[in-house]
């Protein structure tokens, strides 16, 4: 079977008529170019996924358990597909005759295509489907409607374009309701970045495609039909939701931008937004039209509104006038568990009244990011003056800043914490000089700290054993998030593959390498493995990828990069198991969250984790054993085994401390830190 040149791709929520009229306009288009069309239903409320499998046989429907999301359902639908060229078409939108070949010519014309998107026409006539990234200047304009005023003026656009250009044109983003991409080129930006839900995902990934050095393209010759389409004038859910993804946005992007002057901007769009909807619902009212769905829109305003102003802010009163320093590797490395747990304590600090100066709001120039200068230069930058302070460093930032964290440690009015995710003696995978010279860097740093905070006791007994006296050692179980459901167990078929998830981007650390080689000697059908975490160098990816497919083994994997934790629960509901191979390990947090949801685990015989997860509770196996790894996943494919090990784990997850427990342990060591820095002043 050839393959096909476009593959169309269609994420259908709720609307299963607007679905087939799109299907159907898809199909006219064969003769056209060849192609294919995946649906994604998005697990629809209505019987949306039935009626296409009756009435478009001819298209491939992937039914989703839940609904991720726009970005999660297109990334699904991105994953099987076939074509050279992805087309991302609303399931409102229709195609039109030469649409698709117009875009194709234009894309041929480019070096480095990235996205190409054609004009978009709705019921009011042509829709704005093109425009400017976020940032402080465009939400300013934005928020006093500057783009009114001066309408001619390139400097006064909007977000979206209200005036678009007559010919083909290089464009900042392009929204998604119809855009062609490259296939290989998407999966190289590793997709639509699943942290948003709805709004924006189609902007970061331009963003993303632009620092590349690729073009985004709009081609007016090209049309498409959006029947439900609104101007972005009138689209309520934009103002509301899209300024929640906008500020996700910002940070991902290390824009310089105030998080007071953003959420002040969208506290003044959303307020007048107010005023518009409720003059719109009196004049509907005068007029004896309906006004439930502005009603509707009106409450959701107040909601959003409600939340913004109640938000904590970022800047509180300080608690007996000390500042809470915080810099962390976590905030930029992109690995999983780590982003989430210093985000968390972090914003619970500011909840509790600290004044908090942390680096994921004061980031290096783009210049220097992930660069080892760029930690030294923001830390002397921020807080090479600071007095009266306690400074929460975790273990990876301090290995690099220990010049400087000695000249901290020498001020009486600074307290110095230490967080300890692992040492780094337990990596074996370097060469033994660069183990020598971490574990002494390491050492010194754990010995300088006047606090040392780990996870579990057998990394505060690896801390005692480097001198640290255990009175400045205290241990803090990490907390599990039940927030979640319980997954399904499913039964396989003969030729159904088990599907394992991976999450974790430190890939040497957490034996990524020895999982290949063991995967490739598990007999057909070989297990389906998502791997989702972002390693800190390109390079280890790039490694990660090679082996995988010198292995004969990269069809059987799907590397998804970051996901912020908080927004992957359908990962968790996708998969049959959860594996952490790893050859040394601080906590494994993830493991945490997979057992609170009942997944059965394969796991590495660490003590880390026999601590907690008894040996009958998982399928444990013996560190870089890939032969034992293999026997250990075929074992997985036994629905009794995995109905066996959900149970246990559903049990034990019970017992594990909640996250609450874990912020307050924290609270606890920062007031007994600031109470011995008042006492030495």
Known sequence: MSEPLVSVIIVSYGTRDLTLAALESVKSRQAETSLEAIVVDNASPDDSAEAIERHAPWATLLRSPINGGFAHGANAGARIARGTWLLFLNSDARLVPGTLSTLLEAAGRLERPGAIGPRLVGPTGTESSVGRFYGPWRDFVRAFRLYRLFPRWRLFDDVHLRRLPGTTSEVDWITGACFLIRRDVFEAMHGFDEAYFMYVEDMDLCYRLRQEGRTNLYVPSAMAHHERGRSPRSDGRVVIEGGQASEYFIRKTGMRYPRALQRGLRLWLLSTYMGTLSVRMLMLRLSGQDTRPTRHLLGECRRSLDALVHRPPDRTTPISGVTIAVTASGFRSQRTGGQWVWRALVDDWKRRGYKVESEDEHPAPASLRDRPLAHAWWFLRTYGSLENTVFVVDQGEALRLFALLRGVRRRPSNRLIVVVHHLREGFRYRNPLYVRMATWNET??????????????????????????????????????????????????????????????????????????????????????TV??????????????????????????????????????????????????????????????????????????????????????????????????????????????????????????????????????????????????????
């Open 444 to 529: 010194a740093v754990l010995r300088l700290a006047h606090r040392v905070v780990v996870h579990t006791r057998d990394t505060a007994r690896e801390v005692a054993e480097r001198g640290v006296p255990e009175s400045r050692i205290t241990v803090i179980p990490l907390g599990t998030r039940r927030n979640g459901s319980a997954i399904q167990v499913r039964r396989l078929d003969a030729e159904e593959p088990l599907r394992l998830l991976w999450v974790g981007g430190d890939f040497a650390r957490k034996g990524f390498f020895p999982f290949l080689k063991a995967l490739e000697k598990v007999p057909e059908p070989r297990p389906v493995v």
């Open 532 to 681: 989702v975490g972002q390693p800190l160098e390109e390079s280890d990816l790039i490694a990660a990828r090679a082996e995988a497919k010198e292995r004969g083994v990269d069809p059987s994997i799907r590397f998804l990069g970051f996901i912020p934790p908080d927004h992957f629960e359908h990962l968790w509901q996708e998969h049959d198991a959860y594996v952490l191979p790893s050859l040394h390990e601080g906590h494994g947090l993830a493991l945490d969250e997979a057992l609170a949801r009942g997944m059965p685990a394969l796991l590495s015989d660490l003590p880390v984790f026999l601590e907690r997860l008894p040996a009958d509770h998982a399928v444990y196996v013996p560190r870089a054993d890939t032969d034992a790894l293999a026997l250990g996943m075929v074992a997985l494919r036994d629905h009794a085994l995995r109905e066996r090990l959900s149970r246990l784990g559903l049990a034990r997850a019970q017992s594990f401390p909640d996250w609450a427990d874990t912020l307050s342990a924290y609270d606890a060591v920062l007031r007994k830190e600031i109470a011995a820095l008042s006492a030495s002043s």
